[in-house]
């Protein structure tokens, strides 16, 4: 018998830069609706791309004094999400003597360029790339974190975390409880691209937040954009616990922001209420978020050809959109404030069904909002089935199966 | 690939596969390229994750020796990078196939990089092959741009693996002329000149080209002819495998589970088949998807 080993680590995704910008979630093959276009990533009404905008980026808070006031001489630049990455590790490195950076080819750049040019401006003994080893990059991380320092480390490829689980789930979750509180490896952060982007096929689309939700102890962080992900990452660095934190790879390119230059972060734990409305919550993280952005918009404005299936009675439903951010520990106050005004909410995630985060959210929200509920908590996810390459497109939650949720969740 | 193709696979299977399209004998077009599979040949399916095949292939020549009618005459060969050979899963595999013991034959194909990572960055100690007796196995380095080196080793590799029941290793010595994929630019993190030194004066395909010359078994225009047709047979191939459509949509589903499909599998079906009855012919995204599909949905559409 013949048995190989192959592993594609670097696929097509690069290839994003020289695609058309047809989208699969927009509605550029049909006739603008009377509204205007639906946004795309790109075009998002989400990002924050003028400098005013993004210095309001609520919660923000400047790490030099810890207020949250805008100074007038504050500074942004355009960046897309590797860029904002790359900037938050280059203000770690800068203002941390004890922070490394490591991974997989992290050295040249990185596979998806959140490194790039780390290692000749802060030298190879801070930032380097390790042999192929996930669960070694963890290990050597919670020892670095175990005496004080702080470890960032990447995993390439949120698929390939798993060699890294025992570590994750039965060390770097419970250093602190077994120790008594007398270690602790808040100082980890591990980095790793998450989701999909279309053509990744079983290794490459995975989004495996949901496995960590019993670590107990760990903390799951997942950005939108690059305020976001500069923010949250600074945060996440600077958490007492160790963080997962997750990178949504098709957002590395086409998501860009003015992000704030200055060194800031964004509190873990919170979600952020993005659209305000009070008919329905629709809660979702990552990539998802510009999917939902795009429903929202078809259901005000539904294009000619599936406006049949949208009732017009629905077309002024005011619709809650919230980003959780932290898939743990999750901000149930958030949530459960929205559900009890708006009586429905609709889960929207990448990962399966079965035990995917939606499942552990439905569960709380049926308990604590019980008698506001007007129909069933309802999720919008992959099938429970690995992600298959050609069958992709039809696998993962986009625009339309989240419109049609919200249409039957508004009807129920 | 090669052992593949050696053993009968075709040109327009291993298209098929890289296309994912309905012929795709491999995984019904759910794998990334290159990921082949074929019971027929032996040959279980490749999986994108690294190292995890390693100890599965202690367990197939340990099931192979307790198959009687292979017991003696089949060994299991696993292929593997100096990249691969740095996750726990290889020491595990090496381990395991050493103690139990089990006849199977590791080959690490040692090509200096794993994306950007030169090797001197994968190891501090003597590659892998210096591995191999901390374990107890029979191990052989050789230079892997040898073709008949290659050949002789792995033959006596094969030999000892049968006779003794037990794991040998063989580290095979080469370079990584190409770029580790399409989205890939080792120029990056590697000198041009250093590439195109390699492919002029250790490329394993010219050497054994000069061999056959100097033996005066093969010539230039030998060489020419089997070029031409090789080339002819992949292009064909490729623009074959270019034209045809998926697999049914239906199979997104299938092979998830055998026996009974679970209930949850079967609504998330349903599921679909609803909303692609609702949005399938009037949105034009899911219009122009489902036409890449054999049947283009209809079995779902029609339930």
Same mark, same amino acid.
């Given at each position: ?412 | ?244 459509? %998926?697999? @049914? +949509?239906?199979? &997104? ?7 009974? $499909? *679970? !209930?949850?599998?079967?609504?998330? %079906?349903? @599921? +679909?088949?609803? &909303? ?7 949105? $034009? *995204? !899911? ?17």
């Amino acid at each position: 018998m013949i048995s190989t080993t192959v592993r594609s680590r670097l696929p097509r995704f690069l290839e994003l830069r020289s695609r058309p910008k047809v989208r699969w979630n927009s509605s550029s093959a049909e006739p603008p609706p009377a509204g205007g276009h639906a946004p795309s990533i790109a075009t998002s009404e989400l990002l924050r791309t003028t400098r005013d905008s993004a210095l309001r980026t609520p919660g923000l808070s400047w790490a030099e004094d810890g207020s949250k006031t805008i100074v007038g001489g504050r500074e942004t630049r355009k960046m897309n999400t590797y860029q904002a990455v790359r900037d938050a590790m280059s203000i770690a490195l800068t203002k941390d003597e004890s922070a490394v950076v490591f991974g997989e080819d992290v050295a040249f750049g990185g596979v998806f360029r959140c490194t790039m040019g780390l290692a000749e401006e802060f030298g190879r003994e801070r930032v380097f790339n390790t042999p192929l080893t996930e669960q070694g990059i963890v290990g050597f991380g919670i020892g670095l974190a175990a005496m004080g320092h702080t470890a960032i480390a990447e995993i390439q490829f949120a698929d390939y975390i798993f060699p890294a689980f025992d570590q994750l789930v039965n060390e770097a979750a419970k250093v602190r409880y077994r120790s008594g509180g007398q270690f602790n490896v808040g100082g980890l952060t591990v980095r790793t691209p998450t989701m999909s982007v279309g053509h990744g096929g079983l290794y490459h689309s995975q989004s495996p937040e949901g496995f960590f939700m019993g670590a107990a102890g760990l903390k799951i962080v997942i950005p939108r954009s690059p305020i976001q992900a500069k923010g949250l990452l600074l945060g996440s660095i600077r958490d007492p616990n160790p963080v997962v934190f997750m990178e949504p790879k098709i957002l590395y390119r086409s998501a860009v922001e003015q992000v704030p230059i200055d060194d800031f972060t964004l509190p873990l734990g919170r979600a952020e209420t993005l659209m305000t409305g009070n008919d329905i919550t629709v809660l979702t993280w990552g990539t998802p978020v510009y999917h939902c952005e795009t429903a929202i918009h078809m259901l005000a404005n539904p294009p000619p050809s599936i406006e049949q299936h949208i009732p017009s009675s629905l077309r002024s439903a005011k619709v809650e959109l919230i980003d959780l951010r932290t898939i743990l520990p999750w901000d149930i106050e958030t949530v459960t404030e929205s559900v009890n005004r708006t009586g429905r909410l609709v889960i929207v995630h990448e990962a399966g069904m079965t035990l995917g985060a939606g499942a552990e959210i439905s569960a709380q929200v049926q308990k604590r909002c019980f008698l506001k509920l007007d129909a069933p908590v309802r999720r919008v996810t992959g099938w429970d089935t690995p992600v298959g390459l050609q069958y992709e497109k039809f696998n993962i939650p986009d625009a339309v199966r989240i419109l049609d949720a919200i249409v039957e969740t508004l009807t129920y | 690939m090669g052992v593949l193709l050696w053993r009968g696979f075709t040109i327009d299977n291993a298209m098929a596969q890289c296309f994912g399209n309905m012929e795709d004998t491999s995984g019904k077009g759910r794998q990334m390229p290159v990921h082949f599979g074929s019971p027929k040949h032996h040959f279980h399916t490749i999986s994108s994750t690294l190292a995890t095949q390693i100890p599965q292939a202690a367990g197939v020549g340990f099931a192979l020796r307790r198959t009687p009618e292979r017991s003696g005459k089949s060994i299991a060969a696993c292929y593997f990078g100096e990249g691969a050979a740095s996750e726990g899963d290889f020491h595990a595999g090496l381990l395991m196939a050493s103690t139990i013991p089990s006849p199977t034959l590791f080959i690490a194909r040692n090509n200096g990089f794993a994306i950007s990572t030169p090797s001197t960055e994968q190891y501090y100690g003597d590659g892998i092959a210096a591995r191999g007796p901390g374990y107890g196995i029979d191990t052989v380095r050789v230079d892997g741009n040898d073709v008949l080196a290659v050949l002789s080793a792995v033959k006596e590799a094969r030999r000892r693996c049968l006779e003794q029941g037990r794991a040998v290793l063989v580290e095979a010595m080469s370079y990584r002329v190409g770029h580790h994929s399409t989205s890939d630019d080792s120029f990056a993190y590697r000198a041009r000149s250093e590439v195109e030194d390699r492919k002029k004066i250790d490329n394993p395909i010219v050497r054994f080209r000069l061999f056959l010359e100097s033996k005066g078994w093969w010539d230039s225009t030998a060489e020419e002819e089997l070029k031409g047709r090789l080339k002819q047979d992949v292009m064909k191939a490729f623009k074959r495998a270019e034209g045809l459509t %998926r697999c @049914e +949509l239906k199979e &997104l589903f299938t092979d998830v589970y055998g026996g009974e $499909e *679970p !209930w949850h599998l079967k609504e998330q %079906r349903e @599921e +679909l088949s609803g &909303l692609l009855r609702k949005y399938g012919n009037s949105w $034009e *995204p !899911w219009k122009q998807e489902l036409a890449k599909f054999k049947g283009k949905g209809e079995e779902l559409i029609k339930g």
